[in-house]
């Protein structure tokens, strides 16, 4: 069981807004250590996506944002693409875990 | 950009050792510390272990603390993980990741900071009986 919770999937149609949330606690998120986001094409290896709670690395397209508030954060991606069909997954720090991951959430584009 | 290409991932029993390698390129490999990341079949991401640019601090996820040591030649452009007394539960497709413990200061507050920049494809290890 991860200690950050995403929801399994979520599901969206081309050029729709959609969220993924990542949910932690007082010991990781709430504690204000910064939270990352991957994106994982099937069969790829993971890319990142966001850093730093909202920061992109050079290529990601604007399209994808992130933001924290309180013990969660969120992976906002507007103007859906069928080609950001893919898992993501968040990770952060822990007061007693180096590194962790949420569980990963799977986009589905209808 | 860079690349990291990783081996050595094999079918073997409970109990036995294996060694996995990570050749790097295309990036200065000793301004950077480095991980494994492992994912079992149809399961989420897991961090394994990390280490600094010269490899003198290495962390440890508690599932393999005692059973598997990181280590890095930057001479050679390599990282390894040896990993001893394997088990069932070990089995995953293990990536190499750019990226190791930093440290991220606001005002007078200092938190630790972990993210990955670079990933390799991965090599399967598969533990079993």
């Known amino acids: 069981q991860s200690v950050l919770t995403q929801s399994p999937s979520v599901s969206g149609v081309p050029g729709q807004r959609v969220t993924i949330s990542c949910t932690g606690s007082?010991?990781?998120?709430?504690?204000?250590?910064?939270v990352h986001w991957y994106q994982q094409l099937p069969g790829a290896a993971p890319k990142l996506l966001i850093y730093g709670n909202f920061h992109r690395p050079s290529g990601v397209p604007d399209r994808f944002s992130g933001s924290t508030s309180g013990t969660s954060a969120s992976l906002a991606i507007t103007g859906l693409q069928v080609e950001d069909e893919a898992d993501y997954y968040c990770q952060s720090h822990d007061d007693s875990r180096e590194v962790i991951f949420g569980g990963g959430t799977k986009l589905t584009v209808l | 950009e860079g690349q990291l290409v990783e081996s050595g991932g094999a079918v073997v029993r409970p109990g036995v050792s294996l060694r996995l390698s990570c050749a790097a390129s295309?990036?200065?490999?000793?301004?950077?510390?480095m991980s494994w990341v492992r994912q079992a079949p149809g399961k989420g991401l897991e961090w394994v272990s990390g280490?600094?640019?010269?490899?003198?601090?290495?962390y440890y996820a508690d599932s393999v603390k005692g059973r598997f040591t990181i280590s890095r030649d930057n001479g050679k452009k390599f990282l390894y993980l040896q990993m001893d007394s394997l088990r069932v539960d070990d089995t995953a497709v293990y990536h190499c990741?750019?990226?190791?413990?930093?440290?991220?200061?606001?005002?007078?507050?200092?938190?630790?900071?972990?993210?990955?920049?670079?990933w390799g494809r991965g090599t399967l290890v598969t533990v079993s009986s």
């Open positions: 007082n010991s990781n998120i709430g504690a204000g250590y910064h």
């Open positions: 295309g990036f200065t490999f000793d301004d950077h510390g």
């Open positions: 280490l600094n640019w010269n490899g003198d601090t290495t």
């Open positions: 990741a750019r990226g190791g413990r930093t440290t991220y200061c606001s005002g007078r507050t200092c938190l630790p900071y972990w993210y990955f920049d670079l």
